[in-house]
């Protein structure tokens, strides 16, 4: 007769790569099912269903799903092809989520550039280009939706 494996928690937080901690969040709040306990120690016993279900949730958590998605996306799956419309739409919102995302840190990326090329200017002494590039990084804080400085110091943090 052949044993079925089984898991810890900290085998399961192993293995997803979500911390004990998560793993018992999401069971309270039932975003994976309660696990069997061990009926001398109670500790948690996963599965390999369970350990699966929860390297799928790591995933869905990776790739910056709310909890919401996340239980919307489990049901979703369980539906088979029923449900897969709605899938390809969480998902394409995700997607335009994590595109916003992208662009918000490349202008971010492009503000610290142009900070640092700042204080390469300050430090050379060309103040044709501080005046410059106080101008270009004024117009990227903005886009980037920074607040305006009050002084007619166009960095504002540059005292």
């Known amino acids: 007769m052949t044993k079925i494996k089984t ?7 192993k293995i ?15 975003l994976i099912d309660p696990i069997q306990r061990d009926t001398s120690s109670k500790y948690r016993v996963y599965s390999e269903n369970d350990v699966n279900l929860v390297v799928a949730v790591a995933c ?32 394409k919102g995700q997607e335009q989520h994590l595109v916003k995302e992208i662009h ?12 640092r090329a700042y204080w390469e200017a300050v430090e050379r002494g060309d103040t ?3 005046e410059a590039i106080g ?3 004024t117009a990227l804080a903005q886009e980037l939706k920074l607040p ?5 110091n166009q960095e504002g943090d540059e005292e």
């Not at 049901?75 to 029923?82: D, F, L, S, T, V």
């Not at 305006?148 to 007619?152: D, G, I, L, R």
Request: cysteine-free; hydrophobic content about 30%.
């Open 135 to 137: 101008r270009a990084t």
């Open 104 to 115: 918000s840190m490349q202008l971010r990326l492009q503000y610290v550039k142009s900070k």
């Open 7 to 13: 898991y810890t928690i900290k085998d399961a937080a």
């Open 16 to 30: 997803s790569g979500l911390p004990e901690s998560t793993l018992r969040y999401y069971e309270t709040i039932g």
């Open 148 to 152: 305006n400085s009050v002084s007619s």
């Open 128 to 130: 044709e280009q501080v």
């Open 60 to 91: 869905l958590n990776a790739i910056g799903l709310s909890i919401e998605d996340m239980r919307q996306y489990l049901k979703n799956r369980a539906r088979g092809p029923e449900g897969a419309r709605e899938q390809i739409e969480l998902l």
